[in-house]
Protein backbone atom coordinates (compact mmCIF):
# COMPACT_ATOMS: atom_id res chain seq x y z
CA UNK A 1 0.00 0.00 0.00
CA UNK A 2 1.62 3.44 -1.10
CA UNK A 3 1.66 6.14 1.61
CA UNK A 4 -0.74 8.64 0.03
CA UNK A 5 -3.17 5.11 0.53
CA UNK A 6 -2.87 5.12 4.04
CA UNK A 7 -4.01 8.52 6.37
CA UNK A 8 -2.89 8.73 10.00
CA UNK A 9 -5.53 8.42 13.01
CA UNK A 10 -4.83 9.25 16.61
CA UNK A 11 -7.84 6.28 16.94
CA UNK A 12 -6.42 3.45 15.95
CA UNK A 13 -2.26 3.84 16.55
CA UNK A 14 -1.88 3.36 13.13
CA UNK A 15 -2.72 3.78 9.65
CA UNK A 16 -6.46 3.96 8.47
CA UNK A 17 -7.45 3.39 4.60
CA UNK A 18 -8.61 6.46 2.70
CA UNK A 19 -11.93 5.94 0.92
CA UNK A 20 -12.39 8.20 -2.08
CA UNK A 21 -15.73 9.29 -2.95
CA UNK A 22 -17.10 6.06 -4.09
CA UNK A 23 -17.32 5.04 -0.30
CA UNK A 24 -19.07 8.25 1.00
CA UNK A 25 -21.22 7.95 -1.75
CA UNK A 26 -22.16 4.31 -1.29
CA UNK A 27 -22.48 5.16 2.49
CA UNK A 28 -24.82 8.37 1.93
CA UNK A 29 -26.83 5.85 -0.77
CA UNK A 30 -27.37 3.25 2.17
CA UNK A 31 -28.76 5.92 4.50
CA UNK A 32 -31.06 7.42 2.35
CA UNK A 33 -32.32 3.83 1.14
CA UNK A 34 -33.06 2.83 4.48
CA UNK A 35 -34.45 5.74 5.74
CA UNK A 36 -36.81 5.94 2.91
CA UNK A 37 -37.89 2.27 3.68
CA UNK A 38 -37.85 2.57 7.26
CA UNK A 39 -40.01 5.67 7.19
CA UNK A 40 -43.17 3.81 4.53
CA UNK A 41 -42.71 0.84 6.36
CA UNK A 42 -43.08 2.81 10.08
CA UNK A 43 -45.76 5.26 8.84
CA UNK A 44 -47.73 2.17 7.10
CA UNK A 45 -48.09 0.12 10.20
CA UNK A 46 -47.00 2.53 13.43
CA UNK A 47 -45.67 1.21 16.82
CA UNK A 48 -48.02 0.85 18.82
CA UNK A 49 -50.49 2.97 16.29
CA UNK A 50 -50.29 5.97 14.62
CA UNK A 51 -51.93 7.92 16.92
CA UNK A 52 -49.31 7.54 19.18
CA UNK A 53 -46.93 8.99 16.73
CA UNK A 54 -49.21 11.81 15.67
CA UNK A 55 -48.97 15.53 16.66
CA UNK A 56 -51.01 19.29 15.47
CA UNK A 57 -48.71 21.63 14.25
CA UNK A 58 -49.58 25.36 14.28
CA UNK A 59 -51.67 25.08 11.01
CA UNK A 60 -53.77 22.82 12.55
CA UNK A 61 -52.65 19.89 10.67
CA UNK A 62 -51.82 16.79 11.76
CA UNK A 63 -48.03 15.29 11.72
CA UNK A 64 -45.85 12.83 13.06
CA UNK A 65 -42.94 11.99 14.51
CA UNK A 66 -42.18 8.63 12.65
CA UNK A 67 -39.49 10.68 10.76
CA UNK A 68 -37.20 10.84 13.67
CA UNK A 69 -36.86 6.70 13.90
CA UNK A 70 -36.70 6.11 9.89
CA UNK A 71 -33.78 8.69 10.23
CA UNK A 72 -32.32 6.89 12.86
CA UNK A 73 -32.50 3.90 11.23
CA UNK A 74 -30.98 4.85 8.57
CA UNK A 75 -28.26 6.75 9.71
CA UNK A 76 -27.62 3.39 11.69
CA UNK A 77 -27.73 0.99 9.02
CA UNK A 78 -24.96 2.88 6.80
CA UNK A 79 -22.48 3.95 9.54
CA UNK A 80 -22.54 -0.31 10.37
CA UNK A 81 -21.50 -1.03 6.60
CA UNK A 82 -19.23 2.10 5.80
CA UNK A 83 -16.59 1.15 3.55
CA UNK A 84 -13.54 1.56 4.32
CA UNK A 85 -14.06 2.84 8.34
CA UNK A 86 -12.21 0.96 11.40
CA UNK A 87 -14.75 -1.69 12.86
CA UNK A 88 -14.66 0.07 16.09
CA UNK A 89 -15.40 3.54 14.34
CA UNK A 90 -18.28 1.95 12.63
CA UNK A 91 -19.99 0.49 16.38
CA UNK A 92 -19.35 4.07 17.68
CA UNK A 93 -21.50 5.75 15.40
CA UNK A 94 -24.26 2.72 15.41
CA UNK A 95 -24.00 2.93 19.22
CA UNK A 96 -24.58 6.61 19.50
CA UNK A 97 -27.38 7.05 16.95
CA UNK A 98 -29.34 3.82 18.41
CA UNK A 99 -28.71 5.68 22.19
CA UNK A 100 -29.76 9.13 20.89
CA UNK A 101 -32.84 7.13 19.35
CA UNK A 102 -33.40 5.35 22.10
CA UNK A 103 -33.60 8.57 24.92
CA UNK A 104 -35.40 10.74 22.09
CA UNK A 105 -38.19 8.48 21.87
CA UNK A 106 -38.76 8.30 25.61
CA UNK A 107 -38.72 12.41 25.52
CA UNK A 108 -40.96 12.68 22.68
CA UNK A 109 -43.54 9.88 24.06
CA UNK A 110 -43.25 9.97 27.58
CA UNK A 111 -41.58 13.26 28.28
CA UNK A 112 -42.71 15.30 31.17
CA UNK A 113 -42.84 19.45 31.25
CA UNK A 114 -42.32 20.30 34.69
CA UNK A 115 -38.27 20.78 34.55
CA UNK A 116 -36.55 22.58 31.48
CA UNK A 117 -32.86 23.05 30.52
CA UNK A 118 -29.83 21.68 31.67
CA UNK A 119 -30.26 23.76 34.57
CA UNK A 120 -33.97 22.19 35.23
CA UNK A 121 -33.03 19.03 34.85
CA UNK A 122 -29.90 18.67 36.80
CA UNK A 123 -31.53 20.44 39.63
CA UNK A 124 -34.20 17.86 39.40
CA UNK A 125 -31.63 15.13 40.09
CA UNK A 126 -29.62 16.74 42.52
CA UNK A 127 -33.00 16.58 44.43
CA UNK A 128 -33.99 13.27 43.88
CA UNK A 129 -36.10 13.73 41.30
CA UNK A 130 -35.87 11.77 38.02
CA UNK A 131 -36.82 13.61 34.75
CA UNK A 132 -37.00 12.46 31.49
CA UNK A 133 -34.89 14.82 30.10
CA UNK A 134 -32.58 14.31 33.32
CA UNK A 135 -32.71 10.33 32.23
CA UNK A 136 -31.55 11.62 28.45
CA UNK A 137 -29.13 13.79 29.66
CA UNK A 138 -27.42 10.81 31.65
CA UNK A 139 -27.97 8.39 28.72
CA UNK A 140 -26.45 10.44 25.96
CA UNK A 141 -23.63 11.06 28.51
CA UNK A 142 -22.98 7.54 28.41
CA UNK A 143 -23.07 7.07 24.94
CA UNK A 144 -20.78 9.40 24.58
CA UNK A 145 -18.46 8.32 26.81
CA UNK A 146 -18.85 4.86 24.95
CA UNK A 147 -18.65 6.08 21.53
CA UNK A 148 -15.39 7.94 23.06
CA UNK A 149 -13.70 5.06 23.77
CA UNK A 150 -13.84 3.49 20.67
CA UNK A 151 -12.83 6.41 18.61
CA UNK A 152 -9.87 7.74 21.17
CA UNK A 153 -6.85 6.23 22.25
CA UNK A 154 -6.14 8.22 25.15
CA UNK A 155 -8.37 9.32 28.28
CA UNK A 156 -8.20 12.42 27.91
CA UNK A 157 -8.71 12.29 24.34
CA UNK A 158 -11.84 9.55 25.07
CA UNK A 159 -13.42 11.94 27.50
CA UNK A 160 -13.37 14.83 25.02
CA UNK A 161 -14.91 12.94 22.38
CA UNK A 162 -17.81 12.15 24.37
CA UNK A 163 -18.57 15.91 24.89
CA UNK A 164 -18.31 16.25 21.16
CA UNK A 165 -20.54 13.38 20.75
CA UNK A 166 -23.19 14.23 22.96
CA UNK A 167 -22.77 18.09 22.49
CA UNK A 168 -23.37 17.53 18.93
CA UNK A 169 -26.81 15.33 19.78
CA UNK A 170 -27.96 18.11 21.69
CA UNK A 171 -27.38 20.82 19.45
CA UNK A 172 -28.78 19.72 16.64
CA UNK A 173 -31.72 19.34 18.70
CA UNK A 174 -31.59 22.36 19.87
CA UNK A 175 -32.17 23.28 15.80
CA UNK A 176 -35.52 21.30 15.63
CA UNK A 177 -37.73 24.42 16.44
CA UNK A 178 -38.92 24.82 12.61
CA UNK A 179 -39.43 22.57 9.73
CA UNK A 180 -36.32 21.00 8.54
CA UNK A 181 -33.79 22.83 10.35
CA UNK A 182 -32.40 20.42 12.39
CA UNK A 183 -32.04 18.58 8.81
CA UNK A 184 -30.52 21.64 7.65
CA UNK A 185 -27.97 21.70 10.56
CA UNK A 186 -26.85 18.33 9.97
CA UNK A 187 -26.25 18.80 6.43
CA UNK A 188 -24.55 22.04 6.78
CA UNK A 189 -21.63 20.55 9.76
CA UNK A 190 -21.63 17.08 7.96
CA UNK A 191 -20.77 18.70 5.00
CA UNK A 192 -17.10 19.53 5.57
CA UNK A 193 -15.98 16.69 6.64
CA UNK A 194 -17.54 14.80 3.55
CA UNK A 195 -15.48 17.23 1.52
CA UNK A 196 -12.23 16.75 3.33
CA UNK A 197 -12.57 12.84 2.92
CA UNK A 198 -10.74 10.01 4.93
CA UNK A 199 -12.29 7.26 6.88
CA UNK A 200 -14.44 9.76 9.20
CA UNK A 201 -16.12 11.53 6.17
CA UNK A 202 -17.86 8.03 5.31
CA UNK A 203 -19.27 8.43 8.62
CA UNK A 204 -20.64 11.67 8.48
CA UNK A 205 -22.15 10.40 5.13
CA UNK A 206 -24.42 8.32 6.76
CA UNK A 207 -26.51 11.20 9.20
CA UNK A 208 -26.32 13.49 5.96
CA UNK A 209 -27.71 10.91 3.94
CA UNK A 210 -30.39 9.70 6.60
CA UNK A 211 -31.40 13.51 6.95
CA UNK A 212 -31.47 14.46 3.30
CA UNK A 213 -33.84 11.36 2.54
CA UNK A 214 -36.66 12.46 5.07
CA UNK A 215 -35.69 16.65 4.56
CA UNK A 216 -38.86 17.08 1.95
CA UNK A 217 -41.61 15.25 4.69
CA UNK A 218 -39.60 17.85 7.56
CA UNK A 219 -40.31 20.63 5.27
CA UNK A 220 -43.60 19.89 3.97
CA UNK A 221 -44.82 19.45 7.35
CA UNK A 222 -45.66 16.20 7.01
CA UNK A 223 -43.41 14.70 10.04
CA UNK A 224 -40.62 15.48 11.88
CA UNK A 225 -37.47 14.33 13.26
CA UNK A 226 -38.22 15.13 17.06
CA UNK A 227 -35.77 13.96 20.00
CA UNK A 228 -35.57 10.95 18.16
CA UNK A 229 -34.31 11.82 15.04
CA UNK A 230 -32.12 14.94 16.26
CA UNK A 231 -30.08 13.19 18.61
CA UNK A 232 -29.62 10.15 16.69
CA UNK A 233 -28.28 12.15 13.69
CA UNK A 234 -26.92 14.48 16.19
CA UNK A 235 -25.04 11.66 17.88
CA UNK A 236 -23.65 9.89 14.73
CA UNK A 237 -22.32 13.09 13.67
CA UNK A 238 -20.61 13.59 16.53
CA UNK A 239 -19.07 10.23 16.18
CA UNK A 240 -17.99 11.48 12.81
CA UNK A 241 -16.37 14.61 14.24
CA UNK A 242 -14.59 13.16 17.02
CA UNK A 243 -12.84 9.76 15.58
CA UNK A 244 -9.66 10.49 14.47
CA UNK A 245 -8.94 13.95 15.64
CA UNK A 246 -6.33 15.43 17.27
CA UNK A 247 -6.94 16.64 20.74
CA UNK A 248 -6.68 20.13 19.39
CA UNK A 249 -9.24 19.56 17.32
CA UNK A 250 -11.20 18.10 19.98
CA UNK A 251 -10.72 20.27 22.13
CA UNK A 252 -11.70 23.16 19.61
CA UNK A 253 -14.97 21.58 19.19
CA UNK A 254 -16.29 20.65 22.06
CA UNK A 255 -15.43 24.32 23.34
CA UNK A 256 -17.49 25.22 20.64
CA UNK A 257 -20.31 23.02 21.61
CA UNK A 258 -20.22 23.62 25.00
CA UNK A 259 -20.34 27.50 24.19
CA UNK A 260 -23.35 27.06 22.10
CA UNK A 261 -25.21 25.26 24.98
CA UNK A 262 -24.58 27.57 27.12
CA UNK A 263 -25.97 30.26 25.06
CA UNK A 264 -28.63 28.35 24.13
CA UNK A 265 -29.68 28.89 27.93
CA UNK A 266 -30.09 32.65 27.59
CA UNK A 267 -30.44 33.15 24.04
CA UNK A 268 -32.68 32.40 21.19
CA UNK A 269 -31.19 30.55 18.05
CA UNK A 270 -34.42 31.57 16.36
CA UNK A 271 -34.64 35.40 16.93
CA UNK A 272 -30.67 35.08 15.65
CA UNK A 273 -31.12 33.37 12.57
CA UNK A 274 -34.43 35.81 11.81
CA UNK A 275 -32.43 38.23 12.42
CA UNK A 276 -29.90 37.36 10.19
CA UNK A 277 -30.52 37.72 6.43
CA UNK A 278 -27.51 34.82 5.08
CA UNK A 279 -29.16 32.50 7.89
CA UNK A 280 -32.49 33.19 7.69
CA UNK A 281 -33.13 32.32 3.77
CA UNK A 282 -31.11 29.36 4.31
CA UNK A 283 -33.81 28.37 7.31
CA UNK A 284 -36.78 29.34 4.75
CA UNK A 285 -35.67 27.82 1.82
CA UNK A 286 -38.13 24.52 0.90
CA UNK A 287 -40.52 26.16 3.47
CA UNK A 288 -44.23 26.15 3.30
CA UNK A 289 -44.94 30.16 2.49
CA UNK A 290 -44.92 32.22 6.08
CA UNK A 291 -48.54 33.66 6.65
CA UNK A 292 -48.86 37.23 5.76
CA UNK A 293 -48.33 39.61 8.46
CA UNK A 294 -51.95 39.42 9.12
CA UNK A 295 -51.46 35.51 9.96
CA UNK A 296 -52.13 35.11 13.87
CA UNK A 297 -53.58 38.25 13.94
CA UNK A 298 -57.53 38.16 15.14
CA UNK A 299 -60.41 37.59 12.47
CA UNK A 300 -63.27 38.93 14.81
CA UNK A 301 -66.62 37.15 14.58
CA UNK A 302 -69.52 39.44 15.18
CA UNK A 303 -68.90 40.42 18.72
CA UNK A 304 -65.16 38.50 18.72
CA UNK A 305 -62.31 40.67 19.44
CA UNK A 306 -58.42 39.66 20.90
CA UNK A 307 -57.91 40.34 24.36
CA UNK A 308 -55.20 42.23 25.19
CA UNK A 309 -53.55 39.20 26.65
CA UNK A 310 -52.76 38.68 23.72
CA UNK A 311 -49.84 40.86 23.38
CA UNK A 312 -48.59 38.60 26.23
CA UNK A 313 -48.20 35.81 24.57
CA UNK A 314 -45.65 37.48 22.18
CA UNK A 315 -43.07 38.00 24.89
CA UNK A 316 -43.06 34.26 24.90
CA UNK A 317 -40.30 34.19 22.67
CA UNK A 318 -37.56 33.93 25.35
CA UNK A 319 -35.23 31.26 24.55
CA UNK A 320 -34.61 27.98 22.30
CA UNK A 321 -33.63 26.41 25.90
CA UNK A 322 -37.28 27.59 27.29
CA UNK A 323 -39.51 26.77 24.78
CA UNK A 324 -37.81 23.22 24.20
CA UNK A 325 -35.28 22.22 26.93
CA UNK A 326 -35.94 18.86 28.14
CA UNK A 327 -37.77 17.97 25.02
CA UNK A 328 -40.95 18.53 26.64
CA UNK A 329 -43.51 19.80 24.96
CA UNK A 330 -44.85 23.19 26.60
CA UNK A 331 -46.67 25.95 25.40
CA UNK A 332 -44.25 28.69 24.47
CA UNK A 333 -46.43 31.13 26.62
CA UNK A 334 -46.81 28.21 29.04
CA UNK A 335 -50.57 27.31 27.61
CA UNK A 336 -51.92 27.19 24.14
CA UNK A 337 -54.40 29.79 24.13
CA UNK A 338 -57.80 28.74 25.12
CA UNK A 339 -60.58 30.41 24.60
CA UNK A 340 -60.49 34.17 26.47
CA UNK A 341 -56.79 34.34 27.19
CA UNK A 342 -54.91 35.39 24.24
CA UNK A 343 -57.09 34.22 21.68
CA UNK A 344 -59.87 35.28 19.73
CA UNK A 345 -63.47 34.96 21.47
CA UNK A 346 -66.24 34.41 18.95
CA UNK A 347 -69.27 33.62 21.44
CA UNK A 348 -67.65 32.60 23.95
CA UNK A 349 -65.85 29.61 22.11
CA UNK A 350 -62.01 29.75 20.95
CA UNK A 351 -61.88 30.12 17.29
CA UNK A 352 -58.65 30.00 15.06
CA UNK A 353 -57.08 33.10 13.99
CA UNK A 354 -56.19 32.80 10.86
CA UNK A 355 -53.31 30.05 10.02
CA UNK A 356 -52.18 31.26 13.24
CA UNK A 357 -52.69 29.93 16.74
CA UNK A 358 -54.65 27.02 16.18
CA UNK A 359 -56.72 26.84 19.14
CA UNK A 360 -58.75 24.87 20.39
CA UNK A 361 -62.10 25.52 22.90
CA UNK A 362 -61.41 23.77 25.83
CA UNK A 363 -57.96 22.63 25.70
CA UNK A 364 -55.83 23.22 28.31
CA UNK A 365 -52.23 23.64 26.75
CA UNK A 366 -50.28 22.71 23.55
CA UNK A 367 -46.64 21.19 22.53
CA UNK A 368 -44.15 24.58 22.18
CA UNK A 369 -44.13 24.18 18.36
CA UNK A 370 -47.96 24.10 17.96
CA UNK A 371 -50.33 26.63 18.41
CA UNK A 372 -48.73 28.97 17.32
CA UNK A 373 -45.48 29.42 19.62
CA UNK A 374 -44.62 32.94 19.84
CA UNK A 375 -41.68 32.81 18.39
CA UNK A 376 -41.96 34.06 14.66
CA UNK A 377 -39.94 32.86 11.51
CA UNK A 378 -39.24 36.39 10.27
CA UNK A 379 -38.71 37.66 13.61
CA UNK A 380 -41.68 40.07 13.08
CA UNK A 381 -44.71 39.88 15.51
CA UNK A 382 -47.79 40.04 13.90
CA UNK A 383 -50.85 42.52 13.68
CA UNK A 384 -52.69 41.49 16.90
CA UNK A 385 -49.51 40.71 18.76
CA UNK A 386 -50.02 36.91 18.62
CA UNK A 387 -46.71 35.15 17.23
CA UNK A 388 -47.65 32.22 14.67
CA UNK A 389 -45.34 29.58 15.14
CA UNK A 390 -43.67 27.88 12.56
CA UNK A 391 -42.73 24.78 13.70
CA UNK A 392 -44.14 21.42 14.19
CA UNK A 393 -45.10 20.00 17.29
CA UNK A 394 -42.48 19.52 19.74
CA UNK A 395 -39.63 21.58 20.67
CA UNK A 396 -36.21 19.78 21.23
CA UNK A 397 -34.77 18.85 24.42
CA UNK A 398 -31.85 21.25 26.05
CA UNK A 399 -30.10 18.45 27.33
CA UNK A 400 -26.88 16.29 26.23
Not at 60 to 75: D, K, N, Q, R, S
Not at 215 to 227: H, I, Q, S, T, V
Request: glycine residues 16%; charged residues 15%; positive net charge.
Amino acid sequence: MTKAAVTPSTATGGAVPRRGRAGRLVTALAATGAARTAYAALTRRAPGGAALWERRNHRGETLTLLEGPAAAIGATVAAGCAPGVPGRWRAASALAAVAGAGFGTYDDLAGSTDRRGFKGHLGALAKGEVTSGGVKIVGLGAAGLAAGVLVQRHPVDRVLAAVVVAGTANLINLFDLRPGRAAKAVLIAGTPGLVRGGAAAALAAAPVGAAAALLPEDLGEKAMLGDAGANALGAALGVALAAGASRTGLLTKAAVLVGLTAASERVSFTKVIAGNRALNTIDMLGRRPVAAANAGSATQAGAGSVPGSAAGTASASTTDAEADAGSDAESASGSAASAGSGSVVDAGAATKADAGAATEAGTGSKPAREAGAAITDSGAVADAGVVPGQSSVEGPVASA
